[in-house]
């Protein structure tokens, strides 16, 4: 089974204009997602006496790390769809796979517990998990977008390079060779 094929991003824009869309939005997303986490590595870890938690101190930085990979991906998705270079869309396309699945499987395990649970804070908690659910499928449907972008330039450079592959028959003309 692969991944389904689109014509077009949001039934009106092409693949190239979804593309760069998609790019700078997760550049931007991901910008903010690393200076968030990086004051939270610099802040969040210290507790009400002044210590320093190392579960919160590795969570943030693991964080970080993986907002800082999604950052480059994005930006070269962003270099892929200008020099329509297919193979740099394959990062992004991959990151945000494994992104995205890690967010389905919290968002499904949020879920459970949440349906176990009979806290007080129930509504926040549907809240955010709903929030992360609709991410989930918005990452889908962008993977779709770049993967059919991808596709579509390999399908252009495969054109290109096959178009002056065959030989070209030029007549023989009688006035050049004379006997």
Same mark, same amino acid.
């Given at each position: 089974?692969?991944v389904?094929?689109?014509?077009?991003?949001? +039934?009106?824009?092409?693949?190239?204009?979804g593309?760069?869309?998609?790019? +700078?939005?997760y550049?931007?997303?991901?910008?903010?997602?690393?200076?968030? !986490?990086?004051?939270?590595?610099?802040?969040?870890?210290?507790?009400?006496?002044?210590?320093?938690?190392?579960?919160?101190?590795?969570? !943030?930085?693991?964080?970080a790390s993986?907002s800082?990979?999604?950052?480059?991906?994005?930006?070269?998705?962003? #270099?892929?769809? +200008?020099?329509?270079?297919?193979?740099?869309?394959?990062?992004?396309?991959?990151?945000?796979?494994?992104i995205?699945?890690? +967010?389905?499987?919290?968002?499904?395990?949020?879920?459970?517990?949440?349906?176990?649970?009979?806290?007080?804070?129930?509504?926040v908690?549907?809240?955010?998990?709903?929030?992360?659910l609709?991410?989930?499928?918005?990452?889908?449907?962008?993977?779709?977008? #770049?993967?059919?972008?991808?596709?579509?330039?390999?399908?252009?450079?495969?054109?290109?390079?096959?178009?002056?592959?065959?030989?070209? !028959?030029?007549?023989?003309?009688?006035?050049?060779?004379?006997?």
């Amino acid at each position: 089974m692969g991944v389904p094929m689109i014509d077009k991003c949001c +039934y009106c824009a092409t693949l190239h204009t979804g593309t760069l869309i998609i790019g +700078y939005v997760y550049s931007v997303w991901a910008l903010l997602e690393l200076a968030i !986490y990086c004051l939270l590595v610099t802040l969040a870890p210290l507790g009400k006496d002044g210590t320093v938690s190392v579960h919160k101190y590795v969570l !943030y930085i693991t964080a970080a790390s993986v907002s800082g990979i999604h950052l480059i991906c994005s930006v070269l998705l962003v #270099v892929a769809a +200008y020099k329509k270079l297919a193979s740099l869309t394959l990062p992004w396309t991959i990151v945000t796979g494994i992104i995205t699945a890690i +967010y389905f499987l919290l968002s499904f395990t949020g879920i459970s517990l949440v349906l176990q649970d009979e806290g007080e804070m129930l509504e926040v908690e549907s809240i955010v998990i709903c929030i992360h659910l609709a991410r989930a499928f918005v990452s889908v449907y962008c993977i779709i977008v #770049v993967h059919s972008r991808h596709k579509e330039i390999m399908h252009q450079d495969d054109e290109l390079r096959f178009q002056h592959s065959g030989r070209i !028959y030029h007549p023989v003309k009688i006035e050049d060779h004379v006997l």
